[in-house]
């Protein structure tokens, strides 16, 4: 089967095909969701080696146990949820930086608004900051919320938290970030001054 | 985008967390593995042992050679002591023990024997479930 062809099917096709050990849908599988994985696994971890390690390991882990899945949920459901526990079991003691969000911040439209005035590259590198400085679960779960789209009872599947446990860590993380990104511009703008 | 003013406790519509701007904006951080993971995920799940070690067949093609090849030394040592110039003795009474015939037999009979138990656990064993045949299941 042609490279095209393959990236064209769907992910069950591809599953069925992986399954019968074509190397191609399996690359095809990897390229799809590498990125997220990725990125899920970066937001646990905060550093790029071991999320690289810990995504390859999802992916490897994901793979082999390929034949486990039931097709009762989206594969990028299984997917994430094997990715977030590999990531979640090797950052282990990792302690992350808390950002205090009691303090008096501007709303968040106004911080948006400041922040639309930033350069594309910009505002990738406030939001990485940002995000670096949220807990791992809260960053996690705005990625797969925010990022990928994917629903509350999906990330509450994926992150094995109830679903309002998960709108409040979103609403918390939501929060948070917001008041991250205030007090980036603020340095910027001190700097600058 | 919405107010910050929700009750934590009442968030029971998700639309209170929709947030177009974080949405569109966080796409932007959307972060790439380097540009080798494809290629190390693919060669790590297809990894292939040394073909041979570790399998039944490798001990059959392995042991076989070694014996025989050990037996023909011997022989040929034998045969270069016809004079009785060194004191090796010991090594015809060996290869005169051992016949060329008898070291057949006994080589035929190991590799059937290895053939057998080979066959019994390829039809015995479910760990053949994806593999592709059974050449492929010896040589793993």
Known sequence: MMKTETSKLSDDELITLALKNHPRAITCLVERYKGMVFTLSYRILKNQLDAEEAAQDSFIKAIKALDTFRFDCKFSTWLYRISFNCAVSKSRGYKPLQVEINTKFDSPAETANAFDTLSASDRTRYLNRAMEMLESEESAIITLYYVDGESVNDIATITNLSESNVKIKLHRGRKKLYAQLEVLLKEEVTTLL | ?140
Do not use: C
Request: glycine share 4%.
């Open chain 2, 1 to 140: 985008m919405n107010t910050d003013n929700i009750n934590i406790e009442k968030i029971d519509d998700e639309s209170q967390l929709q947030d177009n701007w974080l949405a569109d904006n966080l796409k932007l951080t959307q972060l790439e593995p380097s540009k080798d993971f494809t290629k190390n995920v693919v060669e790590q799940v297809f990894v292939k042992p040394n073909p041979l070690s570790g399998s039944p067949l490798f001990w059959i093609l392995a042991v076989i050679p070694s014996v025989i090849l050990i037996w023909l030394i011997l022989f040929f040592l034998s045969s270069a002591n016809l004079g009785g110039h060194f004191n090796l003795s010991f090594i015809s009474s060996i290869v005169n023990a051992i016949s060329i015939y008898s070291l057949t037999k006994y080589v035929l009979m190991v590799t059937f024997a290895g053939l057998f138990f080979i066959g019994l656990d390829y039809f015995l064993n479910k760990r053949l479930l994806h593999r592709e045949s059974f050449f492929s299941f010896m040589l793993i």
